[in-house]
């Protein structure tokens, strides 16, 4: 009778122990190409250029350098997020192989599809400045080929800085970015806590001295590890609400068409701008407004 009642509190107690085991802490990783080392003009980011195929390999190698770094400070789950293109830049089969990827477009939450409030972290890989950052590599902001740039509440944003009030919505801080110069500057700016990780020195919108992409690799993997370490510290980038946001198109005609759709009124040939509850809605409106047949 002893023996067995030992072995029944002894099952107990396992049990207990196994169902005490904290979850593993999620991190989102949001991962785009122009802000990967190496990548400074068409050839690389664009499937018609003849590097297209290497910048592949030098994105899906960074984001593993991120999840390494994440989870050289313990166990993590992880989501990736295909930001580039048409979302399907990552090489997935080179990812471990308990990550999670969202790819393809259109989806509602954009470069940050997949995020909630249960994630400890946001992590971006290969970002880039935004329109109007002089001599910054591939600047733009949502589309290089449609957009001026994008306002919220009158502050000029790169998709950085966009991302990151997205992710506070949901109460999710910015762990970590990487890029050029420009590019991690203007996240560390609403975020000064986030490390971050300069791969190239911008000289112009096709021109930087850059890293090998084995050094770019290190330095986010190391720069990770110590962000892990900031965990329950960081703080989120909230927004005023509602937002004001005031949007550039580069031709007047989409401004023209912009203006048609409620809640949005034209400021100039250029620009149009409105107030919306919250970054969701802005970011489904935008998906709109920049996929609208070229005239």
């Known amino acids: 009778m002893i023996a067995r009642l030992s072995v029944v509190v002894f099952f107990s107690l396992s049990v207990l122990h196994v169902q005490a085991q904290p979850r593993p802490r999620k991190v989102f990783i949001s991962a785009d190409m122009e802000g990967i080392t190496g990548v400074v003009q068409p050839a690389q980011p664009g499937p018609e250029g003849f590097e297209y195929g290497r910048a592949r390999e030098w ?8 999840i390494a770094g994440i989870r050289a400070a313990g166990a993590a789950e ?12 990552v090489l997935i089969d080179r990812l471990p192989d308990d990550v999670r990827i969202v790819r393809g477009f259109p989806r509602p939450l954009e470069m940050m599809q997949g995020i909630d409030e249960s994630f400890a972290a946001a992590v971006f890989i290969g970002y880039h400045a935004s329109e109007w950052s002089a001599n910054a590599v591939r600047g733009h902001t949502i589309s290089s080929a449609r957009l001026l740039g994008v306002k919220l509440n009158g ?7 966009y991302s990151a009030a997205l992710a506070g919505q949901f109460g999710v801080p910015v762990a970590f970015v990487s890029g050029d110069r420009l590019a991690v500057t203007q996240v560390q700016r609403i975020a000064p806590a986030a490390e971050g990780a300069i791969v190239k020195e911008p000289y112009g919108y096709h021109a930087a001295m850059t890293l090998t992409p084995a050094r770019g690799q290190a330095l986010i993997r190391e720069g990770l590890s110590r962000a892990m370490g900031k965990l329950g510290s960081l703080q989120p980038y909230r927004i005023r609400t509602p937002i004001e946001l005031e949007v550039g198109f580069k ?13 949005l009124s034209r400021s100039d040939a250029h620009n149009v701008k409105g107030s919306f509850k919250d970054m969701t809605e802005i970011t489904k409106l935008l998906q709109v407004l920049t996929s609208l047949e070229l005239p």
């Open 59 to 66: 994105m899906t190698a960074e984001v593993n350098a991120a």
């Open 78 to 89: 992880i989501v990736v997020c295909d930001s580039h293109g048409n979302g399907q830049s």
């Open 155 to 161: 502050m000029e944003v790169s998709e950085g800085i």
């Open 251 to 263: 031709l007047t005609i989409d401004a023209e068409r912009a203006a048609f759709v409620p809640g």
